[in-house]
């Protein structure tokens, strides 16, 4: 157990940098909570994949996750996004934000999505015809107006 790191407990231990007399022999010991913080951003990849410019949306959904929203996510650009999802229904719904700046954004949609409509107060920005397309057309570039809200319904396929 010395050699992997492992304490009595199952706590991992790497070193005692703060000199705290940490040892192998010891029933506590603090334990490494990058897992656990690690946990939560894997599944807001899951969900939403963001990189300057490009955004992928929900690109590891789980079979299992028929249903679901999640709201307030921070994307790449400061730009914050909501998604609603719903198999059954067949529709996907997505609230982006850009918070400081205007900002052109390419949204890379899920596998079996395609755009239903885009609501009256975002009309002006509809898609750009010179965006970069996948073959399969999942790929969509929107102008994010600082401060206003844009709105995309999709539907499953």
Not at 64 to 73: D, E, L, N, S, T
Not at 134 to 149: I, N, S
Request: glycine letters at 8%; charged letters at 20%; hydrophobic letters at 45%.
């Amino acid at each position: 157990m010395s050699r992997s790191a492992v304490i009595n407990n199952f706590y991992t231990l790497h070193n005692d940098w703060r000199n705290m007399g940490i040892g192998l022999s010891m029933d506590w010991a603090p334990f490494q909570i990058d897992a656990n913080m690690g946990w939560t951003a894997a599944m807001q990849e899951m969900l939403l994949y963001s990189e300057p410019g490009l955004m992928r949306l929900l690109p590891a959904l789980p079979d299992r996750w028929i249903r679901g929203r999640v709201h307030g996510m921070l994307a790449c650009g400061s730009i914050e996004v909501d998604v609603d999802w719903n198999r059954k229904g067949g529709t996907l719904s997505v609230r982006l934000m850009s918070a400081a700046i205007d900002q052109p954004v390419t949204m890379e949609l899920p596998q079996g999505c395609s755009i239903l409509e885009t609501p009256a107060p975002s009309v002006d920005r509809d898609v750009d015809s010179s965006a970069p397309v996948t073959p399969d057309g999942r790929r969509l570039q929107v102008l994010l107006k600082a401060g206003e809200p844009l709105v995309k319904t999709m539907s499953f396929v």
